[in-house]
Nanobody, 125 residues
């Protein structure tokens, strides 16, 4: 199975925007849940957003209204548009995937089998 490959991280001032992209060939088939997780130094890993193969999305409360996850099946890609960024959004962001059933593609899930290498997002005040 092809690896998940993230891109688009970087440094931005608070209030700015970034768009992360995940090349997800082999992971974007029917029955796959794709998500973005993040982990800041000294903090627990946190689910940020998920999208299932029907396009249904879920978000962490901390990013609702600011982040948007989108799935492009034709180009085998999942993006995360991040607006109104805050210093507390600073973290390594990971694209992850796994099979799901029913309503099991949600941000509180923490047992995803496939992980990308991550891309760093730094937001300064």
């Amino acid at each position: 199975q092809a690896p998940l490959v993230e891109s688009g991280g970087g440094s931005v001032l608070a209030g700015g925007s970034l768009r992360l992209s995940c090349a997800a060939a082999g992971h974007i088939d029917i029955g796959y849940c794709i998500a973005w997780f993040r982990q800041a130094p000294g903090k627990e890993r946190e689910g940020v957003a998920t999208v299932d193969s029907n396009g249904r999305t879920t978000y962490a409360d901390s990013v609702k209204g600011r982040f948007t996850i989108s799935r492009d099946n034709a180009n085998k890609r999942v993006d995360l548009q991040m607006n109104s960024l805050k210093p507390e959004d600073t973290a390594m962001y990971y694209c992850v995937s796994d099979h799901y059933w029913g309503s099991g593609c949600v941000v509180r899930r923490n047992d995803f089998a496939h992980w990308g290498q991550g891309t760093q997002v730094t937001v300064s005040s």
